[in-house]
């Protein structure tokens, strides 16, 4: 009767488990690509803008017909990127992050971490050293290298509007665009300035300033790279003030910076609360056991207490996960 009351209570929790975790996966890449949708159609206007002229000169028809047309073309480039792979490969992501491995070193690595966790472990049984090895070789260089990359990411962000201050001052001073590019890449600090000496590289070799900076934007997939990829295209193609646009474009990343953080500090107190929900139980547990080793015994020493404590790590990495969904805000 008892297993029968237990089924019948975890049979709805896993199910529910489920679906929530199929929808915090889900939900972050809809919202994605419906704010992306917005963001094109209000940029390449439908025919529904107050602020359009009624009768627009033949100037500026032309120009706004080149404007949506180069909107539309980097939209079309970026979906086909998004469309041949949902994720950079481990050869961008080493590139993004800045290292100079190799593929095949990062495997060796992982191999010879693999082999350290097995033998460092190996006391506690073949069938946990195993397990211990297979995550450590797996988890260890992947998190590793995904912390250097979100490192670099983000010092490439504090300074880019640094960058285009740099750019525009240099622009407004009659100097073309190519020079300003040429001084960023030779005055700033890195990772900015090894990514636009590669622009500046790239225009050497007779590269148009529009696709090297686009290259640019491939390099280092950020939003406010983007945009100055965007501008550039634009202003390449449709003509216009420079320095006005990229005014305003270092205008825009000021204020996205100051909402960064201003949003950081408010989800700070969320954040910390979920951290120290998400480590009660595992500092409960190794306190229980460091002071009456014996109360749980019970849960390693037995088949049912293994398959206990296995039920519960899963249990809690579905509700971390959760968790860090709820609270990680997307800019």
């Not at 529904?48 to 009768?55: D, K, L, M, N, T």
């Not at 079309?76 to 070193?105: C, H, I, K, V």
């Not at 640094?162 to 300003?180: E, K, M, Q, T």
């Not at 296995?310 to 990495?317: D, F, I, L, R």
Request: proline share 5%.
């Amino acid at each position: 009767m008892l297993q029968f009351d237990l089924t019948v209570l975890i049979v709805p929790l896993a199910a529910l488990a489920a679906v929530g975790l199929l929808l915090a996966v889900a939900m972050p890449w809809v919202r994605a690509r419906e704010r992306n949708q917005r963001r094109m159609a209000l940029a390449v206007g439908d025919g529904q803008g107050a602020s359009r002229p009624s009768r627009p000169d033949g100037q500026t028809s032309t120009r706004r017909k080149a404007i949506e047309k180069t909107l539309k073309e980097i939209n079309e480039r970026q979906s086909a990127r998004w469309t041949r792979r949902n994720r950079p490969d481990l050869e961008q992501r080493l590139r993004e992050a800045g290292l100079t491995w190799t593929p095949r070193f990062y495997r060796m690595l992982s191999a010879a971490i693999a082999a350290g966790a097995f033998a460092a472990s190996l006391a506690l049984g073949p069938l946990f050293a195993g397990a211990i090895a297979l995550v450590a070789g797996l988890a260890v260089p992947h998190f590793y290298v995904a912390l250097v990359r979100r490192r670099r990411l983000a010092a490439f962000a504090a300074g880019f509007p640094d960058a285009i201050d740099v750019i525009v001052r240099g622009v407004r001073a009659g100097r073309p665009l190519a020079d300003c590019l040429a001084v960023v890449a030779a005055d700033t600090e890195d990772p900015i300035r090894t990514e636009f000496r590669l622009v500046v590289e790239d225009q050497s070799v007779g590269l148009p300033i529009q696709e090297a900076v686009e290259r640019l934007a491939q390099r280092v997939p950020l939003q406010e790279v983007g945009f100055l990829a965007i501008v550039v295209a634009i202003q390449n193609r449709a003509g216009g003030s420079l320095t006005e646009a990229l005014g305003n474009l270092s205008t825009v990343l000021r204020g996205r910076r100051q909402l960064h953080a201003k949003v950081k500090a408010m989800s700070a107190e969320a954040k910390t609360s979920a951290g120290i929900i998400g480590s009660l139980p595992v500092i409960v547990a190794s306190l229980v056991q460091l002071t009456s080793p014996e109360y749980l015994a019970v849960l390693y020493q037995t088949d049912l207490g293994l398959m206990v404590v296995a039920a519960c790590a899963v249990w809690m990495s579905i509700g971390v996960f959760v968790m860090r969904q709820m609270i990680n805000f997307d800019m």
